[in-house]
């Protein structure tokens, strides 16, 4: 649900996002309807303060022996009023509530807008879609004739839209179930979690399903419970009701349901076979972060999904047609195989980036030995004092470090190996070693300024970078540590995608500006 005064700051800006996801909203209602309560609440209030202070002057007067009937009555009058303007403050409450829980939440910057799916884009894909010669079956037609569903079955147990897997189906999918759940457990850190199906309405409000979804939804009259539509109800509330201390962040959850979904719409009943069913089985992740970690475990979330335990190796679509036809030909006993076109093409594998390899040699040394073209710069790995500094503040452990103060490394690998020798380093954190270590001495000059490319730069990232002017650094992070102390325009926000754009963008101005700036 939105914040209601961050709506009262933003209209605007809230009514086009809104209107981007389609949704009609009239949030000069809305806004309407919080002018009157805040108005009533005032109201209320000023009463509320005349009763207390009235109170305590009656009180004065009874306990000097006297008596004030006026004041008295007059304060049950202010009571009266009090209750009166109470119960309209509750009645505007209610409906600004009721007007905010269907007002959807506004899109990512990053999503486009469109009209329909013809207007989406593509983020990412993976791998190939194939091509075949003949007509393919669908997964319905599939299923049936291996004998691994049974809809017309499953139809007279409980009506369409059921699924009832059998033989083989159902072995593959409590085994689908099963690796999924043992997959995010040991590989990624989750805890198990066997959740209730059923939920009461205060736990499919918390999560956003209520009131949007209530069609969709199979609700037990006598008990007031939901079937849940998803794992995600009882994870999202395993924590209601309580404040997680942020030491004990992040927390994985993984839990195995069955899902429950009336797919009341037209849509749902223009689909066949498992896509559009009223039962089926997920395995689902949650996790409680740190708000402003929550893009950055979005990110890893989706890498999860890919498969990181398989090793897989690029290869060409010629190589792994060929394979396919070997694999084919050795079963059926290798008689149909032509070995010496397929030792052709495996030459030509060999041979080919080998001649790479040789070209890429000889045109180096050709660089460095005849046209005294510079073609590998060393690099050194400087640990001094405010580099130990730099590592801590942004939280990697540096007791025992001291003792390297000074030492200056030849290899990225070398400053990496000798820091793990006296703290733990996870991956992140060894690439931040390698970047504050980095030795480049860079001055800030003049001339240097008025040369390079300001496309780009906004006036105060312009003006910061001026003020640095005659400055010198040894490592680039100080550069761009100095820019941001004096223009918040400089300032990598982190947060993970929501500020990525914002990030990349500063990240790639800084290493244009170490490149103009390093003293060779």
């Known amino acids: 649900?939105?914040?209601?005064?961050?709506?009262?700051?933003n209209p605007d800006a809230i009514q086009q996002d809104v209107e981007a996801k389609g949704e009609q909203v009239d949030f000069n209602v809305l806004l309407d309807l919080d002018k009157q309560h805040r108005e009533i609440q005032t109201q209320v209030n000023d009463l509320r303060?005349?009763?207390?202070?009235?109170?305590?002057?009656?009180?004065?007067?009874?306990?000097?022996?006297?008596?004030?009937?006026?004041?008295?009555?007059?304060?049950?009058?202010?009571?009266?009023?009090?209750?009166?303007?109470?119960?309209e403050a509750d009645s505007f409450k209610a409906q600004i509530h009721s007007a905010l829980e269907v007002i959807p939440n506004t899109p990512h910057e990053s999503v486009p807008i469109g009209k329909d799916e013809t207007d989406n884009k593509v983020v990412k894909e993976w791998g190939e879609k194939p091509v075949f010669d003949y007509d393919i079956k669908d997964h319905l037609e599939l299923g049936s004739a291996l004998n691994l569903l049974d809809f017309d079955r499953a139809a007279k147990i409980a009506g369409s839209g059921f699924p009832l897997y059998i033989n083989l189906g159902a072995k593959l999918e409590r085994a689908l179930i099963n690796y999924m759940l043992d997959f995010h457990i040991k590989e990624h850190g989750y805890k198990e979690i066997f959740p209730p199906f059923l939920a009461r309405g205060s736990s499919l409000y918390t999560?956003?399903?209520l009131p949007k979804f209530a069609d969709d939804m199979y609700h037990t009259e006598k008990d007031q419970l939901y079937l849940i539509p998803t794992a995600e109800v009882p994870l999202t509330n395993i924590h209601a009701d309580e404040i997680l201390d942020e030491d004990s962040l992040p927390i994985y959850y993984t839990a195995y349901s069955a899902c429950f979904r009336r797919e009341a719409g037209s849509y749902g009943k223009e689909t066949r076979g498992l896509l559009r069913v009223h039962q089926f089985n997920k395995v689902e992740m949650v996790k409680f972060v740190r708000p402003k970690?929550?893009?950055?475990?979005?990110?890893?979330?989706?890498?999860?999904?890919?498969?990181?335990?398989?090793?897989?190796?690029?290869?060409s679509s010629s190589q792994a047609v060929v394979g396919a036809v070997i694999g084919i030909g050795m079963l059926q006993g290798g008689r149909e195989i032509q070995w010496p076109r397929v030792y052709s093409i495996v030459k030509g594998w060999v041979i080919t980036p080998g001649i790479s390899c040789l070209l890429c040699f000889v045109g180096l040394y050709f660089l460095q030995n005849v046209f005294q073209q510079t073609v590998q710069r060393d690099s050194t790995y400087l640990l001094s004092a405010s580099v130990i500094e730099k590592f801590q503040k942004e939280g990697i452990e540096t007791s025992g470090l001291q003792e390297l103060t000074g030492t200056v490394f030849r290899s990225s690998a070398e400053v990496v190996r000798s820091v793990e020798e006296k703290v733990m380093l996870n991956s992140t954190q060894g690439l931040k070693?390698?970047?504050?270590?980095?030795?480049k001495n860079m001055v800030v000059t003049a001339e240097k300024i008025a040369e390079m490319d300001k496309n780009g730069l906004s006036s105060a990232q312009l003006d910061a970078l001026s003020n640095l002017e005659g400055q010198t650094y040894n490592f680039p992070w100080q550069l761009g540590d100095a820019l941001a102390e004096i223009s918040t325009e400089w300032v990598v926000r982190g947060g993970g995608l929501k500020n990525k754009l914002h990030d990349r963008k500063i990240k790639q101005k800084l290493t244009y500006l170490y490149r103009i700036f390093y003293r060779r």
């Open 1 to 9: 649900m939105l914040s209601l005064n961050r709506i009262r700051e």
């Open 49 to 87: 303060a005349e009763r207390n202070r009235v109170s305590e002057k009656i009180a004065a007067v009874k306990r000097s022996g006297g008596d004030d009937d006026d004041a008295i009555a007059a304060m049950r009058e202010v009571g009266n009023k009090i209750k009166t303007l109470e119960d």
């Open 207 to 209: 999560c956003g399903q």
């Open 293 to 315: 970690k929550s893009y950055d475990e979005l990110e890893q979330l989706l890498a999860n999904m890919s498969l990181p335990t398989i090793p897989l190796v690029p290869v």
């Open 433 to 439: 070693v390698v970047e504050y270590s980095l030795q």
